[in-house]
């Protein structure tokens, strides 16, 4: 079991170190043959945003799912091989679509942290995205106790708010 969740924990791990580099300062100077050539393009970003948005709402469902069949009260052979798909594909085709994202062009620099509010609320939106993630993996693992999987998944869903929340204000605020 361990085994089956260690290779992608690893490459979770390294693909976040990897695209770390490359995006800390995507907002800084006009930066050609990178990355950004490659995935700023608009076809790339519509498609990213696409990801990101079916991602969205594939999870959103799963997770609606997974606490409905949590609070039944005949909950001692929970079905849940669907759930646990739409949970981990939302999450899978969300966070692909969120890591193009963040290649588009014209964004601010994530150095820029206090000195662009957009940046501040970027930055705590996705701070909400991991706790999401976490707690939605978490949600999903059948070893765990029935009541700790129902508050993970309330859990997520309230990270879902925020980062709603979080998304329609830095729609309004705008990178500066």
């Known amino acids: 079991m361990a085994g089956r969740f260690g290779r992608p924990t690893l490459l979770s791990s390294l693909t976040i170190a990897f695209f770390s580099t490359v ?11 990178s990355w950004r050539d490659a995935l ?5 970003m519509v498609s990213a945003s696409f990801l990101h948005s079916i991602g969205a709402i594939l999870l959103v469902g799963g997770l609606l799912q997974l606490y409905t ?15 646990n798909r739409l949970i ?6 969300n966070l692909i679509g969120g890591i193009v994202r963040l290649f588009e062009p014209g964004h601010p620099s994530l150095n820029a942290t206090f000195e662009d509010r957009w940046v501040t609320v970027m930055l705590l939106k996705h701070v909400f995205v991991i706790i999401l993630c976490v707690a939605s993996v978490y949600a999903t693992r059948d070893s ?10 309330r859990t997520s869903l309230a ?11 830095a729609g309004v605020i705008g990178p500066v």
């Open 159 to 169: 990270a879902v708010i925020v980062i709603g929340v979080l998304g329609a204000l």
């Open 23 to 33: 995006v800390i300062a995507h907002g800084e100077g006009e930066d050609t043959g």
């Open 40 to 44: 700023g393009g608009l076809d790339v």
């Open 88 to 93: 981990y594909s939302g999450l899978i085709l």
């Open 69 to 83: 069949l949590l609070r039944k009260e005949d909950n001692e052979d929970l079905p849940n091989s669907l759930t």
């Open 144 to 153: 765990r106790e029935l009541s700790s999987r129902l508050l993970a998944t």
